[in-house]
């Protein structure tokens, strides 16, 4: 069996592997650029298993029809939090309404899909693997993204991982088609702890002389890379902080650790948290209401900490669930599976309020279940281009289809604060520097940050490895701040190139690689 066929098929029998625990799964991707600090995007999925009631969440209060459909479990309207002059957010839901103000929220109406498949474990599936009802995939559409960026992952482990999981054990949306590009974990301090008690030094011996000895020196590498991330990701909680009480539940301690490992200088591009219960089949009422106010002030609590913290600006937030419920109650004060439901993104860059249209109560699909407008495959293609700027051909190539994308994302901000938390609630860095390229290697696209501590004159250059220019993006007069510099190397031979900046009082070298 080839190296490579035995770790993929090693990894992806689940994180609850014999060979390695699933607290142990690490992102093995080329990240040296994850330890500048500022210069990723985050991106945190908050999944509500289950099957989320859009109708109680987002509510059409103007519609008589809700009401009709929902006679026992429709939310009054005087106690709804208006948020236009027909829609109104649960009551629970106050904790966001600062966010909403405020322009950090927005509401992606009646997202669903073709066929809507009512199986909380099929739907779950697709939703993750970002498949066709019909069709079944075995990879994840996050692990696609990441394996797309970083080719060569495996074989090139990283300085820390690029993908955290917090809350669940199902690892299909880290499941590539390389390996498992993430790493699951509850708690930092428990996951260091529970490494180092299981490592064993025997680990950095050479292999017994059998017909399975290649295959066993690859699992010890991954079981010592796990190691290493494991004091990578107890280091960023030690130095991190929270600045808020987060509520004293599961979702509010996953969104803390997130804010808390992004303060310590962990600069992972994507976090997975996840809520359960959402399956509302009775007693509605009551436990939505208690899910949504549990979600509300875990995020409110979460923004309000990055914004204390410099962070805001660098996160979005975006919720999913495998289906809506019906639009009429069942006999049960509940309702059951169902298709079409609104989503909600969170984030300072967002550039509207609500997209699509206002749930139509009277027409149905084939199994009266609500209508969708929007394909959920078009979040993450709006995602993966307005936020983390792929190219759309490296979408299809991740989506398997070309997927309409929304104008969410305000890209009009081209200075970024990487330095330091301080640094960044000031505006002023405190040293000059230049950034390790993102992605790296990188086809053809990839980018630089740099800082300016003083006004003055920058030279900004890249060589080949002859010392030939090649390119020559900066050259000019410069306030002190902080800059992001895109590089397309389209035109360039596969190699390795020099990124040069100079200054009267600074000069630094970094390194890239063009993969084609």
């Given at each position: 069996m080839r190296r490579r066929q035995f770790l993929r098929n090693s990894i992806a029998v689940g994180l609850g592997s014999m060979l390695i625990p699933r607290w142990l799964h690490p992102l093995l991707a080329r990240s040296d650029h994850l330890r500048d600090r500022g210069q990723n995007r985050i991106l945190v999925i908050l999944n509500l298993g289950g099957g989320n009631d859009g109708l109680n969440t987002v509510i059409p209060f103007e519609d008589d029809e809700y009401y009709n459909l929902r006679p026992t479990i429709a939310i009054p309207q005087n106690e709804l939090l208006t948020i236009t002059e027909t829609l109104g957010l649960h009551p629970a839901m106050a904790p966001l309404m600062d966010l909403w103000n405020d322009e950090n929220m927005a509401i992606i109406q009646n997202v669903g899909y073709d066929q809507q498949d009512l199986s909380h474990f099929r739907s779950t599936d697709i939703w993750r693997s970002a498949?066709?009802?019909?069709?079944?995939?075995?990879?994840?559409?996050?692990?696609?993204?990441?394996?797309?960026?970083?080719?060569?992952?495996?074989?090139?482990?990283?300085?820390?991982?690029?993908?955290?999981?917090?809350g669940s054990t199902d690892g299909l949306l880290l499941t590539g088609n390389e390996g498992v590009p993430g790493v699951i974990v509850d708690d930092p301090s428990i996951f260091y702890n529970l490494v180092n008690e299981t490592y064993e030094s025997e680990y950095n011996n050479d292999p017994p002389e059998t017909a399975g000895g290649d295959e066993l020196s690859y699992v010890r590498q991954i079981d010592n890379n796990s190691f290493a991330y494991a004091g990578v990701i107890q280091a960023a909680a030690e130095a991190g902080q929270n600045t808020v009480e987060y509520p004293n539940n599961s979702m509010g301690t996953q969104l803390s650790i997130v804010a808390r490992l992004l303060s310590g200088g962990l600069y992972t591009p994507i976090f997975l948290t996840h809520q359960y219960g959402y399956d509302t089949h009775n007693n509605q009422l009551n436990d939505h209401n208690n899910l949504l106010t549990v979600l509300s002030s875990s995020i409110g609590s979460f923004f309000q900490d990055l914004a204390n913290l410099g962070l805001k600006d660098r996160v979005v937030l975006l919720t999913t669930s495998e289906f809506g419920r019906r639009p009429f109650e069942n006999g049960s004060d509940g309702t059951d599976h169902g298709?079409?439901?609104?989503?909600?993104?969170?984030?300072?860059?967002?550039?509207?309020?609500?997209?699509?249209?206002?749930?139509?109560?009277?027409?149905?699909?084939?199994?009266?279940?609500?209508?969708?407008?929007?394909?959920?495959?078009?979040?993450?293609?709006?995602?993966?281009?307005?936020?983390?700027?792929?190219?759309?051909?490296?979408?299809?190539?991740?989506?398997?289809?070309?997927?309409?994308?929304?104008?969410?994302?305000?890209?009009?901000?081209?200075?970024?604060?990487?330095?330091?938390?301080?640094?960044?609630?000031?505006?002023?860095?405190?040293?000059?520097?230049?950034?390790?390229?993102?992605?790296?290697?990188?086809?053809?696209?990839?980018?630089?940050?740099?800082a300016v501590k003083e006004r003055g004159f920058v030279d900004i250059i890249i060589y080949d490895l002859k010392g030939r220019k090649i390119f020559h993006p900066v050259h000019e007069m410069k306030p002190a701040g902080f800059y992001n510099l895109n590089i397309?190397?389209?035109?360039?031979?596969?190699?390795?190139?020099?990124?040069?900046?100079?200054?009267?009082?600074?000069?630094?070298?970094?390194k890239m690689v063009l993969l084609k």
């Open positions: 498949s066709d009802v019909d069709q079944v995939i075995s990879t994840g559409w996050v692990a696609r993204y990441l394996e797309t960026l970083y080719t060569g992952y495996v074989e090139n482990p990283p300085e820390e991982p690029m993908a955290l999981q917090q298709a079409g439901a609104p989503q909600l993104l969170f984030g300072s860059k967002l550039t509207e309020g609500i997209y699509g249209s206002n749930p139509s109560l009277t027409d149905f699909d084939n199994n009266a279940n609500l209508l969708h407008e929007f394909d959920f495959r078009q979040l993450y293609a709006t995602l993966m281009t307005q936020w983390f700027e792929l190219g759309q051909e490296e979408i299809e190539n991740i989506l398997f289809q070309p997927f309409e994308t929304f104008s969410i994302i305000d890209n009009r901000f081209s200075q970024v604060s990487y330095p330091s938390n301080k640094e960044a609630v000031l505006g002023i860095p405190q040293d000059y520097d230049l950034s390790k390229a993102y992605p790296n290697p990188f086809n053809p696209n990839t980018r630089l940050h740099y397309n190397g389209g035109n360039w031979a596969s190699g390795t190139y020099l990124v040069k900046m100079e200054t009267k009082d600074f000069r630094q070298t970094r």
